[in-house]
């Protein structure tokens, strides 16, 4: 099946029968994944392939997105991209849907083993957390990090892995840590709570900038917005306004767009030619802020708002 | 003269069973009509159609001789049909009061009550305990709850809503089945006077002697179809009881004959 | 032989009587167990914590009373925080922007109303599909964004004022007590309240007694959907941003403050003053036992006991009535 | 006057036929307006598709018709799976770690079926309590991690055979199909299953009746534990591992497979065979709309008004006996 | 003789309203005992304690001159004691046979009876219709549900349950106050058998043509207790109502006399 499918595809492409391209993201929820889902609609518009968008229903969805798959083959996509929830869960949908020649593509999260899927294109969690820690310590002017940590969704690997990389560079005192689902209002009443009794708070780690500005509101009502730094990670549109209004101090921005496009062209590669792509693509994170700390590479928020995403 | 309320051929078919088989029904003006028959002759699902609460599937309803219909309750209600149902109709978790005026309730006269529509309570507490003393029913309080009462004393509390609020019949679906000796004359006496008052009465019962005590004419309902009507001034209670259990049939000059064996037996 | 009911037989039949033992000993047990729970900023917070939750369970009770359940409830709040948040940033007014956002969120109500009434459908299943629905909808108006309310109406509800100097109070509070103080009088005091514990307590027997199930399980879905409008506001005055993925939870949050709260299930029994405690009691725990120092995932595991303990308490302060 | 029941008869009282003209209406639409659903492939993997909820569907049943609700159903098959993959994975072998983990399951189920009966407390705040409890328990068990399964009496309910060299089956549709059996001659062939329908029928008549309505009800839960405990064997099957994150909404698609199936929430009303029905409906609507194409969130819209409408026709379908 | 069933000072309280006050209760082997009184005057809070669904608050309990504790109706039960609750106590969306067996069913004989447990529905079903029968009920299929027979006919079920499996005594609160004429008499007709096949029966009803019919000892209840035991055959109708109402007291010696009008007023 795979030989004829990869032959017909240019020809689908020019009639009436589209190249299918497959989407499936963790969730349809998170900005995130929206935005990384409207790059790939626009992208795949452009080069005149049609891309189904389907996602898990939670966090950890992994049932939701082995169905996703099936369903997709069955309907005769050529190309999957795929954000999996974990790195093992959906290796035998993955499996089956490579045997019957589709191309498997990561994004976001690495499988494991990496050669599960045909290619991956994804950021360092770890990596962004610990971005986060480094600004938030050097920013404290040799103070001990004494932190507020709000987490996502309790559990998760994207979660537990920025929330590893802060804590390893900014090696903060914990003053409470939270599950906040990434949530704006779970992050403020967590973060409410938490100040009745962290009064010694110089730092908050959060999540993702939902979570931020959560916390932007709680400590504003104490009166402690300005003496506490908040740091975070994604590089929405409406994150990084944050940080140039000065809300959050720092955020470490990261490229669902890129990702997507780059995903997109792959399989519309894919359909032209056959030629599949492999191996392991890493896409960039940038350090946002106004305030530049001497030894940390950062952009300033005029840039951040030119290639932010949402 | 013009029956109040009349009904032609009504059926009424539950899948296989057929509760009324072409029911016909008369109510003069005034008078107390007995409606006696045997266990599932459909005397409740004749009622239950004369009320609204029951859309028969044939047949005709006419009130004071103008055809109606009756979509649910509230339609009869409006006419001034009131009802007692066998099941008695209450909320158990609402007090007597609340039970007694539901669906009626009365508001305050005040500004409280015409802007705010805040209810009469104590108005109505104050007439739930009069109609219920003149049942001559033992209730301590009206705010008690109708899930804590006895079987009898909840009989009376549908009643005493059927004889409070109608207003051009009402029907009574075995008021007296579960009421003690006292109080089921109390109900008696209460039909007489509702009769009095100018209503005429329905009433379903299976108890001879309270039917014959008090009704006017007794309607002789059986396998789902009114089979004769008879005078108690006229006829035997034994005579009634034959029609019911079909030992007896009137004839289409109204005069009772025997049932032949043989046909008694076929069914 | 006296109408008068007994003070401590009223006490008895009052339903919020358990759920309010619970708050107290809960309270209690915080304040002995932290040194931060019992002081007058913290309780301050606790309640404003609760009024979204709050609010949308006073809704929630209206539904229940009636047999029925809304799973639906905070779904259509946040539907209706993007649709003001929204209206608003594009230069709508903002009074105008939330009494659009209110009527919006009492027009869904009466569909849920009228699936219910009209189909005869089960609520739960009605309501499970607009919360499909209402989600779904949510995510594709707002493409992936949220929206940072700034107009000072839509704020207003968060704003903090001081009692005394002292006890910091937000309009939201008084909102709340309004809301709470209306719909006890509507409840217990009018003849829709008294039909509404019927319908819910027997629709049959309420049909025959002549009353308009449909017309008042319509009206009581209506009713809902406002209050589930002002939650919205109550939301946005809470957190000024307007985002899809807000109270996910907060559908079985709030049918767990009425069920705390002592309204049954099945219909026709319970309060809202129930309900009130209800809600303050989950916010009580979740807040104190932050004090506490406990971890989010024991959190969880001590809310969960505490939810059922609560129950339980309420059990037993009315089993002594059977 | 015999005591046979007409065929037309029969087919109106089977409470599944409104489910099964809803599902025909289903398959025979999405056959028609797409050209690959109906292919035996894409049949198969539906049915795959809806074993888990399905499964879960098949305790919860139990569980609504005594009147009772499960929300802790889908976290408890979660729990379970992290119990086994857990164990498997420090050694143990397979079928003892499934048994251990299908008992925990049970165990489980024991305990909120001591709450509910023993405290008498409502079945929707106790499972509640029970949900949140088990999901922090489970994370705190997994500690942020989930557990790939490499041992085959673990997946091995997802292994395929082909019947007739064409249509895929797995050992999982076998466990299904034989779970349903055994639950549908319990439920209509014994006592047990007389006692259960009568409990949620009236309980205060069963117990007047002479029933254990307690040891009926604590059985109940225990054997819908044990039907949780096989759904986290089928889900190891569908998905070889352990996540604490899955199934978040398994509760409700359960719940919803059980009321399309034609089952009341209140107790006494129902049947497996319209859970069966009920859990096919909902994997046939997301198969169906995705493969006609439908992006995720436009699916949400339309399972939400498919989901009412289905069970609208199961209304319609015993309107006429009313 | 020692009594079949006997209580002794029971007392059951609901808040503030006493159901029970001290009531004494005696069963002789072979009779049938009616049990009469107004409307809330104890006596389905009486025979509740009897069968164990209600605990009472103070008091005793002795099965054939043996004190019992009784914590739930199976309990009652398992003594041989059978009772027809006034409110039937049947769950309607099972059906005639089921709800007749109920908690007693009948496995079948074969293996898959002893090894999988599967019910005789066949036999039960036909058992079904036999007992029905005999009361002359007219039901058209054992596999209706009960929630679509009449007022009536759900009675006869509940009465067929009782007299079916009672073994010790057979406890009847109000069996006939839904049945037709025919029907009352076929109930009175099978107490009559039920007391020749040597069973005690107790009889609650407010019908007292029917108690004074059947009845070997009439046990007078009012205001939560036994005022007075007296023999129909000694005591007229009149006799009973009056003791029943308060009219009339039973002094020590067993002897009747008027109670005087003061008294009678004070309450
Ligand atoms: N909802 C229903 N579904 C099916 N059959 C029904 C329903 N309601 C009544 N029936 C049947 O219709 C017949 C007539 O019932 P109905 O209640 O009218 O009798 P009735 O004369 O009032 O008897 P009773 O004196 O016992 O109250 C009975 O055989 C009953 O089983
Ligand atoms: N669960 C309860 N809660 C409160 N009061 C109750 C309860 N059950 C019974 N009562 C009260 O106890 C008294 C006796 O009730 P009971 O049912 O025993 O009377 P009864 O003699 O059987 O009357 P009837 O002839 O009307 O059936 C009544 O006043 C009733 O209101
Ligand atoms: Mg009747
Ligand atoms: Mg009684």
Redesign the pocket.
């Given at each position: 099946v795979g030989c004829t499918s990869t032959k017909s595809g240019s020809d689908d492409a020019a009639g009436d029968g589209k190249t299918k391209i497959g989407l499936v993201t963790k969730t349809d929820s998170n900005p995130y994944f929206v935005a990384l889902r409207e790059a790939a609609k626009a992208q795949a518009d452009k080069n005149g392939a049609e891309l189904v968008a389907l996602a898990g229903k939670f966090d950890g969805d992994n049932d939701g997105q082995v169905a996703a798959i099936e369903n997709l083959v069955q309907q005769g996509a050529k190309t999957i991209l795929v954000t999996p929830n974990n790195s093992t869960g959906i290796l035998g949908a993955i499996k089956k849907a490579r045997d019957k020649g589709v191309l498997v593509i990561a994004l976001d999260t690495e499988t494991d083993p990496q050669d599960a899927v045909d290619a991956t294109i994804a950021t360092d969690n770890t990596e962004a957390g610990r971005l986060q820690g480094q600004y938030v310590k050097a920013a404290l002017n040799g103070q001990p990090a004494r932190s507020i940590l709000l987490d996502g969704t309790p559990g998760s690997t994207v979660s537990e892995q920025r929330h590893a990389g802060y804590v390893e560079s900014a090696q903060p005192e914990d003053l409470g840590t939270e599950a906040t689902n990434g949530e704006q209002n779970k992050a403020q009443q967590a973060t409410e709570n938490l100040l009745q009794r962290a009064t010694t708070v110089n730092s908050v780690y959060t999540i993702n900038e939902p979570a931020a500005r959560g916390a932007y509101v709680a400590l504003k009502a104490k009166n402690l917005a300005d003496k506490v730094v908040i740091g975070s990670i994604d590089g929405s549109c409406d994150g990084v306004t944050a940080v140039k209004n000065g809300e959050i101090a720092v955020t470490v921005m990261q490229f669902p767009k890129k990702m997507a496009e780059q995903g997109v062209d792959f399989a519309v590669e894919f359909a032209k030619s056959g030629k599949k792509p492999s191996g392991f693509v890493k896409t960039d994170t940038a350090v946002v802020t106004d305030k530049p700390i001497a030894g940390i590479d950062s952009k300033d928020t005029a840039w951040g708002l030119e290639n932010c995403w949402g | 003269m013009t029956p109040v309320l009349e009904a032609r051929g009504l059926v009424k078919r539950y899948g296989r069973v057929t509760a009324m088989d072409g029911a016909d029904f008369e109510l003069e003006s005034g008078e107390v009509l007995a409606v006696v028959g045997d266990n599932g002759a459909g005397?409740?699902t004749l009622i239950k159609a004369l009320s609204g609460a029951v859309i028969p599937d044939e047949g005709e309803i006419l009130v004071d001789g103008e055809r109606v219909r009756f979509h649910g309750p509230l339609d009869s209600r409006k006419h001034g049909i009131e009802t007692v149902y066998?099941d008695l109709a209450l909320a158990p978790a609402l007090d007597i009061a609340t039970n007694l005026f539901l669906g009626r309730e009365r508001r305050r006269r005040d500004p409280l009550g015409t802007v705010f529509r805040r209810l009469d309570t104590k108005g109505m507490r104050r007439e739930a305990r009069r109609v219920l003393d003149e049942l001559g029913i033992d209730v301590k309080s009206m705010s008690q709850l109708v899930e804590t009462l006895s079987g009898g004393q909840r009989q009376a509390v549908a009643v005493a809503r059927a004889a409070a609020f109608g207003s051009r019949v009402v029907i009574m679906?075995?008021p007296t089945a579960a009421l003690g000796v006292q109080e089921s004359g109390k109900v008696l006496e209460l039909i007489g006077r509702i009769r009095d008052r100018g209503l005429p009465v329905v009433l379903?019962s299976h108890n001879m002697p309270h039917v014959f005590e008090i009704a006017d004419r007794v309607h002789v309902h059986r396998l789902g179809r009114r089979v004769a009507v008879v005078s108690p001034k006229t006829h035997s209670m034994n005579a009634v009881v034959g029609l019911l259990t079909g030992a007896l049939r009137m004839a289409d000059d109204g005069s009772i004959e025997e049932v032949d064996l043989t046909t008694g037996l076929s069914r | 032989m006296t109408t008068r009911v007994s003070p401590s037989e009223y006490i008895l039949r009052t339903p919020a009587i358990g759920p309010a033992i619970a708050l107290v000993v809960a309270v209690v047990v915080f304040g002995l167990t932290t040194d931060t729970f019992l002081n007058v900023d913290n309780l301050s917070l606790v309640v404003q914590q609760s009024l979204v939750i709050g609010t949308l369970a006073l809704g929630q009770t209206l539904v229940i009373l009636t047999a029925g359940i809304d799973l639906a409830n905070a779904s259509i709040a946040v539907f209706s925080t993007l649709l003001i948040a929204k209206l608003a940033m594009t230069g709508t007014d903002g009074v105008v922007a939330l009494l659009v956002g209110i009527l919006a969120a009492g027009a869904i109500g009466c569909v849920t109303g009228g699936l219910v009434t009209g189909l005869r459908l089960p609520p739960f299943i009605v309501t499970l599909g607009m919360l499909t629905i209402v989600t779904a909808v949510s995510r594709i108006y707002a493409q992936g964004q949220s929206f940072p309310v700034t107009d000072g109406t839509l704020g207003w509800l968060g704003t903090t004022q001081y009692l005394f100097g002292q006890i910091e109070v937000t309009y939201g509070m008084a909102v709340m007590l309004a809301m709470f103080l209306g719909l006890w009088y509507a409840l217990s005091r009018t003849a829709w309240g008294k039909h509404v514990y019927a319908v819910g307590n027997d629709p049959e027997s309420a049909r025959l007694s002549g009353i308009h199930v449909r017309r008042t399980v319509l009206s009581v879905y209506l009713v809902a959907g406002l209050i589930y409008g002002i939650a919205a506001w109550q939301a946005l005055g809470r957190v000024p941003n307007a985002d899809p993925n807000a109270f996910q939870l907060g559908n079985l949050d709030s049918i767990t403050a009425v069920v705390i709260g002592g309204t049954s299930l099945f219909g026709g029994r319970g309060s809202v003053l129930g309900t009130l405690v209800g809600a303050l009691i989950v916010a009580v725990l979740r807040s104190g036992l932050t004090q506490a120092g406990i971890d989010n995932l024991y959190q969880d595991v001590a809310t969960g006991v505490l939810v059922i303990a609560a129950v339980a308490v309420d059990r037993f302060s009315r089993g002594r009535q059977r």
């Open positions: - | 005397k409740s066998q679906d075995e379903i | -």
